[in-house]
């Protein structure tokens, strides 16, 4: 067990805590093999019929992967810094694969590997405090942990939208885009956890926890609803980066500037990146983890993810100096290149089912 993360047994249940609030619980390698290995035993023990995953403290559920140690340590060997995405992404398709009810209680913020750790959760459930985002194009990576599976499937262009704009939701605006399937107050959210914790799942399990999340849901939608047909209009179906942001131009109630202003911020080669995940994904999750792992480990022997690093989280001047610094500047055989297995061979899925 590490300080980091906890996991136990209660009742008919297996939790895991992840315990490293100071950093907002990010996830370390160890803290996804600890998840992994939870997993794998919970799985084939009778006695679990459910998994519940938590973030300790309130302000995060968990912000994404410890960036700073991919940072430090990618820049000396990516091949090293690889294998935390290796880890992860293993751990991301255990998730995708479990059988079992598996409730993620996204209280706090969730961004980057916190989705990769509910976006395939049986229940999904945010609260007031949620702060839900996948804002990789903006340090230089792409949306991962499954991304170019779960984004192309929310409804009405929203995976587009919040995949090259960044965008960040809250509690109730998680559930219009899909990221959410309930939203509970904070308040409420320690109750209802004892309520999960202490039910006969005896049963359906299943529709057992459901009954006790819809019974405590707040319906109210948020301010994204008033958006929803501007973002079906302009990212239903983006046939290229460049096409889109010329739609984007020719906008003239307002949305057009938003999106464009958060595109911006993104590294050209991240954002072309992106469109060939989500326009050419497969149709099952760890053919999409795979070309994503291949991505994210190529990534890291390139320029654009220090860079981005440097500018949003060391420095935190937020002036990224891309290279190449405009689309125009990227060519299709540089970003075909990022889809080829990496030098430490590709992703390692075996055994997961």
């Not at 700073?68 to 990618?74: A, E, F, K, V």
């Not at 995405?85 to 598996?102: D, G, L, S, V, W």
């Not at 999106?259 to 989500?278: M, Q, V």
Request: hydrophobic content about 40%; aromatic content about 6%.
């Amino acid at each position: 067990m590490s300080d980091d993360i906890h996991t136990e047994k209660q009742g008919a249940w297996g939790v895991i805590t992840l315990t490293r609030e100071k950093a907002l619980n990010s996830l370390t390698q160890d803290m996804c093999e600890v998840i992994d290995r939870a997993l794998i035993d919970w799985a084939a023990d009778d006695e679990v019929r459910a998994v519940l995953v938590e973030g300790e403290g309130e302000k995060a559920f968990c912000a994404g992967g410890d960036i700073r140690w991919l940072n430090d340590t990618g820049k000396d060997d990516p091949e090293l810094a690889a294998r935390f995405f290796r880890t992860e992404y293993r751990m991301n398709t255990r998730i995708a694969q479990f059988k079992k009810p598996y409730v993620a209680l996204m209280d706090g913020i969730c961004m980057g590997g916190g989705v990769g750790i509910s976006n395939q959760a049986s229940h999904r459930v945010a609260t007031g405090r949620t702060l839900w985002a996948m804002p990789e194009c903006g340090i230089g990576l792409i949306p991962d942990v499954g991304a170019s599976y779960f984004l192309p499937r929310l409804p009405s262009g929203m995976g587009n939208y919040l995949a090259y704009t960044g965008t960040r939701l809250k509690g109730a605006d998680c559930l219009t885009a899909g990221v959410a399937a309930h939203v509970i107050a904070e308040d409420n959210l320690p109750g209802v956890r004892n309520d999960l914790l202490s039910l006969d799942l005896a049963g359906d399990a299943g529709a057992t926890i459901s009954a006790i999340l819809d019974g405590a849901a707040n319906r109210r939608p948020g301010d994204l609803i008033e958006m929803l047909d501007m973002i079906r209009t302009y990212f239903e179906r983006v046939e290229s980066v460049p096409a889109l942001l010329r739609q984007l131009r020719d906008e003239h109630e307002g949305f057009g500037a938003h999106c464009l202003d958060r595109i911006a911020h993104g590294s050209p080669t991240s954002l072309l990146l992106t469109h060939e995940l989500l326009a050419g994904a497969p149709d099952d999750f760890a053919s999409c983890i795979s070309r994503e792992f291949n991505v994210t480990a190529n990534i890291l022997t390139g320029h654009d993810f220090y860079e981005g690093v440097r500018a949003q989280v060391i420095d935190k001047d937020r002036r990224p100096k891309w290279e190449p610094e405009k689309l125009s500047e990227v060519s299709e055989d540089v970003i075909k290149g990022y889809f080829e297995a990496p030098a430490g061979g590709p992703l390692d899925l075996s055994g997961i089912s």
